[in-house]
């Protein structure tokens, strides 16, 4: 009995299109590792500068910032009063004079906030105790500075309401240190209670395992010259390798006429990323995802 020939197998193209696909996102993912490394290298060297900056300067930087702030200070009474030369505001140099007249307070509160922030973070538990009446402080100096300041545009407009403000803020401005110093304290015994009180969560870097992708074995048959993306000479993806080995060209040349073609509409970076999904990969070669 004779038997019937068998039919050779047809490679399935849906199977060989979700490879390729796998292998596409399997790329991404370690293009954006890549680029996440590299970024992650960058912060870790700016952090070592500004650690060796901080140990070098140590206790003068909060007296640098306050310096700024001053500077900063003056450039803006100088601009208010550029201002209110230009447009007749009179308030705009009543505030420019409110500024300048205490100058001295507000340097010396800048400095008072910048040593609070650098000890709070040098001496952790040592200044804890002290932080709520320092806020209390620092709440009850800006609180000056913005009455003053409203007092200054309701002279100008005569709102009712913020008449109103004004008043009551004034009435109540030591229950107000007191309700910050309370509020601060409050929070402070929660945390005490809850043992959460300056946690030092250390950051841990863990990077998982990359995983290679299976190389599929091709069934033999007739020797057909096929399109992959090169493993071995690739920047990105392999496609423009992939294109110099198939034609047996300069791949420089297939990268600069890729170049080019991106200045067209974009059409250059489509066509990429299309052929980087269809064409498949190279399986002579080494690839390291």
Known sequence: ??????KKAIPNRANELD?????????????????????????EVCEHHSQEFRTYSGSINP??????????????????????????????SNI????????????AFAI????RHHFTIRWGHSIIPLLPILSGLEAL??????????????????????????????????????????????ILLLKLATGNVVMA?????????????????????????RLYRSGEDKMIGGVCGGLAEYFEIDPTLVRLAWAVSVFFWGTGVLAYILAWIIVPRNPKHKWDY
């Open 1 to 6: 009995m004779a038997t019937r020939p068998r």
């Open 141 to 186: 100096i800006v609180i000056w500075i913005l009455l003053h300041l409203a007092e200054i545009v309701n002279a100008q407009w005569g709102s009712a309401m913020l008449t109103a403000v004004i008043f009551w803020t004034n009435l109540s401005f030591w229950w107000i240190f007191g309700a910050v110093v309370f509020l601060g304290y409050f």
């Open 63 to 92: 007296l640098l910032i306050s310096l700024f702030s001053l500077l900063g200070l003056v450039f803006t009474i100088w601009l208010l009063g550029i201002v209110a030369f230009f447009t007749n505001m009179s308030f705009l």
């Open 112 to 115: 008072f906030s910048a040593y």
């Open 201 to 225: 969560a250390k950051k841990t870097k863990t990077r998982a395992k990359q995983k290679r992708a299976p190389v599929r074995k091709l069934s033999k048959g007739p020797q057909i010259k």
């Open 96 to 107: 420019a004079t409110f500024f300048e007249n205490n100058l001295g307070i507000l340097f």
């Open 19 to 43: 490879k390729q696909l796998n292998d596409f996102k399997m790329e991404i993912k370690h293009l954006g590792e890549r680029v996440k490394e590299v970024a992650e290298r960058n912060v």
